[in-house]
């Protein structure tokens, strides 16, 4: 993906993101915001600092070529890039990386590590970018022979495209920028950004039912699954590419969310959009989060679908867009490759009008170019969007406690579970951490309700980080499922939130899951941990 | 639903459809149409002609109020309403009906239903409106000691409404006017209507992911389903509310589908819409298929997302809309609760202008009204497509096979696909009737393809019915998988689809489904036969 290599500890690459100048820079804003003196600041660790033992199994010759045991690789593949995962990092502490690492370049390879793993009980973790927020790659586990990391991301490569249906075969590995730039010579765009969306990969987004950055219809990955690849222990599973079918549950929305416990993604046809030439902005103050979430629901509802319909509260607002404290901002756009949108953004305007918003003419922004879509001012926040998690690596270096949670719940009960889960984790946050601030915004809306996104920023006693943010997510998880709403919207299960999954789903379709398990992957190799148990584990 | 009783041997109420003069001018229309004299015309079943097996297995005391064997209700539950169906019964074959019919009239009469059922190796065949035309209430199982058809038209209330989310728990057994006349008075619609809408149920919608009459987006019942209750003969699942979620694989996709082969859908929240206030219609008339089929790829994928946009093929345009043979017919049409829509009808037309297309400004009707979405020209063309299938009776009479069999397929290979499935249909035609007319149209499109829909008329020989209409289709089932379709985009697969289900999904897919059916339904009692057999049958 480029000639700078990722870091083993943080996001993204090596020479990216807050230098020790920035950091320290950073920090002191914390301290001041926070009220903190000497604000203490870690310096990220180096790879001559780390010890990591041994590989407890050999590899097979027949892999040589594909299995690695280079330290940077083992340190990089031992966790993902949670809150947890970075202090954990921060800390040195890499005693339980992956024996070894895999870098398949075929579907067969693929293949060959399963069999291998399968064959001497080592357990496999399969890794896209190894973004994952919620522990879904961790390679600390108990009960295996072993534990080998399987790194997709050389198999990397746009194989067919499909202009008329527009759709592509695309191999599980690719990184987003990479997606993209194959995708932009045809004109097309798979249009999927989530945060991750530089260092995440197209297999780890359909593993994870992940969410893309626009607000409302084509956002779930789900969705633009025409179909897939899966390796498991028990065979290939390929689906027919279809744009609709009724023929029995569906194939794809089984391996959709499996997170890497019912086999390997290795290919998937993905639904296409045209490049957008058409564009319609508005930035539109709301008097308070009420009204604003008023104007959000009738939006929703209004079969508009506006591409982006973000909408910060009070505090989110003024934390990231200059806002007053008091005010509501919703961020709306729309898109299009086909049409004017005019009449789309004057109903949507009209709307909030009507629940109380003052919008300005002059507020409203349309333009048409046929240039990128990355370009503009719609691009230059999905910039500041996706190098947003630069920016953490320094939160952890200077002991704050950095951690989002996104959730789903329906328009009717909103307003009470916003309420329990606010003064819940407000309350927490400010037992355990003495004083934190805690926004919301909504990142995606549906018809039947919202999917707010909670932002926790809060001072840690150092050498403490990990056990207080665990029990403030304790908090918020149980807030969050015992109000009714998902543990998830598009940050997966992972190990993290097996705890609210287990009570969010019924057991009976617990039972299922495991019934599949046993039939794909009898050894339970596959990502142990993770969603479910397989029998007698 | 109503005081006259449902017909056992066709479609609809007794005393609705097409009487013996009608039938006798119908059947003289089809001899007229394909040039054969004295057309003969069969006539319709009475109970008092039947003669049912006694039950082979006792019912227990305590389901007395529940399980019945009345004749007319073993006789109607006998037989879905497949082409196969209609014959069976018109030939007073009635020798394997459901030892007992059982209508449960909660939730836990089900459970009770399915443990006395599971403790006497009882078959049990869900039934909703029992309008399946792809043997999917079939009552003639083998290997099991008995037969119980669970008829879930007592569980019929709408339980609650949240008007704000725009949603409703339903219970299964609700008939769509039942359903639809319980949440008009709040302005809500669920704007499902299948060609079954009158005879077809909530519970059975869901089993079957079943399509409704429009086109383009919130077309599949999938989409409105928000969360269900599953009562499995290993437990009750429920799924929570939520408008979204990415917390594992989802609950409702796998029972989605399942057709009554994992459990019982008792009830279900669903994503409704408010009903519809703006109306613009256009009919289009293109020279020819091909560039309508170009017109309506360029609309499926503008983004506009017509209500409508069916297209009809030369001989679907002439045979039932008055065309000359040569030009396609595309029925466009835009909903709305929210706003106006001329920027939206006058961007289709020009899209279809664009594809040669001729739309005279007076071709187009936009409306706005306050009124029940039911009337006007939508609402009309909507009645006379969901009574239409009280007139293949008349055709069945009439020793007419009538068929139709629905795919979808990707733009890409929809030209070379139509070709080969419509040359080896209509070949199998002329070779088995002598005669007989196929036609196409488009029921719904997606920006990656369309839901092609064929229908057969073809005089049969009389008595050879079935076995004409088998072979024939059997050559249809193997040229929609033989060219990449699916074998159903919204019938279902039941038990005649099989064949062409167990090619189209993978052999993995088939192992999983074997997973869950071996945990949920051990005994294997749940509608055997239909998409799976369980270890050991």
Redesign the interface.
Same mark, same amino acid.
């Given at each position: 993906m480029s000639d700078r290599q990722l870091k083993f500890w943080g996001w993204g690459l090596e020479g990216e993101g807050p230098d020790a100048e920035a950091t320290k820079k950073i920090a002191a804003a914390l301290g001041r915001r926070f009220g903190i003196d000497d604000v203490p600041v870690a310096s990220p660790p180096t790879l001559a600092e780390l010890s990591l033992p041994a590989p407890r199994v050999a590899r097979p010759d027949a892999l040589e070529k594909v299995v690695v045991d280079d330290p940077h690789e083992r340190a990089r593949h031992s966790y993902g890039r949670s809150y947890r995962d970075l202090v954990r990092a921060f800390r040195r502490d890499f005693s339980r990386p992956p024996d070894w690492v895999a870098f398949p370049e075929s579907e067969a390879d693929v293949v060959s590590v399963l069999d291998w793993c399968g064959s001497k009980d080592i357990a496999v973790i399969p890794f896209g970018g190894g973004s994952s927020v919620v522990g879904g790659v961790e390679s600390a586990i108990e009960g295996h022979a072993g534990v080998v990391s399987l790194d997709l991301t050389r198999l990397d490569q746009v194989l067919e495209i /499909?202009?008329?249906?527009? *759709?592509a075969r695309i191999q599980a590995g690719m990184y987003g920028p990479a997606l993209e730039g194959a995708l932009r010579p045809h004109g097309l765009t798979l249009r999927h950004f989530p945060q991750s969306f530089e260092f995440s990969t197209l297999g780890g987004w359909l593993a %994870?039912?992940?969410?893309g950055h626009f607000a409302t219809?084509y956002t779930?990955i789900d969705d633009f699954c025409?179909s897939m690849r899966?390796v498991?222990p028990? &065979?290939?599973?390929?689906? =027919?590419?279809?744009?609709?079918?009724? *023929?029995?549950?569906?194939?794809d929305? #089984?391996? #959709?969310?499996?997170?890497g416990t019912?086999?390997v993604i290795t290919e998937a046809w993905m639904?296409l959009? /045209?490049r957008p030439t058409q564009r319609a902005n508005a930035s539109v103050v709301f008097p308070g989060f009420e009204p604003a979430v008023e104007a959000t @629901?009738a939006l929703s509802?209004?079969? #508009?679908?506006p591409s982006n319909c973000r909408l910060l509260d009070p505090a989110e607002a003024a934390s990231s867009a200059g806002g007053d404290g008091k005010t509501a901002l919703l961020v709306l756009a729309f898109e299009? *490759?086909?049409?004017a949108l005019? *009449?789309?953004m004057q @109903?949507a305007v009209e709307i909030c009008r009507e629940h109380g918003a003052e919008v300005p003419d002059e507020a409203i922004r349309t333009r048409t170019d046929a240039g990128a879509s990355r370009e503009g001012a719609a691009g230059a926040w999905r910039n500041s969007f996706v190098s947003a998690p630069y920016a953490r690596d320094a939160l952890v270096a200077a002991s704050f406690i950095s951690e989002t949670f996104e959730t789903?719940? %329906?328009? /009717?009960r909103f307003a009470d579970f916003h309420q329990s889960v606010t003064s819940a984790v407000q309350a927490a946050i400010d037992r355990i951490c003495g004083q934190g601030a805690l926004s919301c915004r909504f990142t995606?809306v549906?018809?039947?309700?919202?999917?707010p996104y909670y932002t926790i920023i809060a001072p840690s006693r150092p050498g403490a980080e990990i056990e207080q943010w665990d029990e403030i997510k304790c908090v918020a998880m149980d807030a969050v499922i015992d109000n &009714?709403?998902?543990?998830?919207?598009?940050?997966?299960?992972g190990r993290d939130?097996r705890p609210g999954?287990d009570r969010?789903?019924?057991?009976?379709?617990a /039972?299922?899951?495991?019934?599949?398990?046993? =039939? #794909?992957d009898p050894a339970g190799i596959l990502n142990p941990g993770v969603?479910v148990d397989p029998d007698g584990r």
């Open positions: /499909d202009r008329s249906s527009r *759709a %994870t039912r992940a969410g219809r779930h025409e899966v498991t028990h &065979g290939v599973s390929e689906s =027919r590419r279809l744009p609709g079918s009724g *023929a029995g549950p569906s194939h929305r #089984l391996f #959709l969310g499996s997170e019912l086999g639904r959009q /045209d @629901r509802q209004s079969g #508009l679908e299009s *490759a086909d049409h005019d *009449a789309w @109903r789903a719940i %329906t328009w /009717d995606h549906y018809p039947d309700g919202p999917a &009714g709403g998902t543990i998830t919207h598009h940050h997966a299960v939130h999954y969010q789903r019924s057991d009976v379709f /039972d299922a899951l495991r019934g599949v398990k046993s =039939r #794909l969603l």
